[in-house]
């Protein structure tokens, strides 16, 4: 992730290092007025899910984005200040470095580097900090229901592309697999009783 930091336009590696400091996703970055900026510790509504949470922005993070903040948002539009930047300018970003770098063979040619990536590492070192799989759950303000979502954040540093795919989403885990796992869950509910 470093090297894809370091090749960011400035505005946009900012959006990362907030990304990576906080956990937000990027639209919730990107909607970051300059009023909760200049707070250090702030409420955030998430966009996709309607929750709220604390975050909390490092000093030298925090003077940073107040030092290139717009009128009314931290990250402005390029054509009007009163929309923020989109998402997709920062994917863009993103894409022409890490289609870069790949190329260099610095990252891996199936290396997946996107803006949720920064959650993604995030949530790897909060994991590796507390060693908490709830307490990774409640920064990332993943439902309770869901913890395997939380699971692939926290181990995506261990797993391959391919067992992300197939964790995320059982339709690409293939049919004898899904038979496997349907085998295995009546074995263990008949164990159960």
């Keep these: 992730m470093g090297l894809v930091l370091a090749a960011l336009q400035p505005a946009n590696r900012l959006v990362f290092e907030v990304m990576l400091a906080t956990g937000l996703r990027v639209g919730d970055v990107l909607g ?11 409420t955030v509504r998430e966009s996709k899910t309607g929750k709220t949470r604390r975050v909390y922005i490092p000093r030298e993070l925090q003077l940073r984005l107040l030092g290139q903040a717009g009128r009314l948002y931290c990250f402005e539009g390029r054509t009007d200040w009163r929309r923020h930047r989109t998402r997709q300018a920062v994917w863009k970003d993103c894409n022409r470095v890490a289609r ?12 997946s580097v996107s803006p949720h990536s920064a959650r993604k590492v995030y949530a790897v070192e909060e994991y590796r900090r507390t060693g908490d799989l709830d307490a990774v759950r409640r920064k990332l303000n993943h439902d309770p ?7 692939v954040y926290a181990l995506s540093d261990k797993l391959t592309p391919e067992e992300l795919k197939a964790m995320t989403n059982p339709k690409r885990r293939g049919r004898r697999r899904c038979e496997r796992d349907e085998e295995a869950n009546a ?3 008949s164990e159960i009783d």
């Design 32 to 42: 970051l007025r300059t009023e909760q900026i200049k707070r250090q510790r702030f």
């Design 145 to 151: 229901a869901h913890v395997a979502t939380t699971l």
């Design 100 to 111: 870069f770098f790949q190329s260099s063979g610095a990252v891996p040619k199936r290396a």
């Design 187 to 189: 074995t263990s509910r």
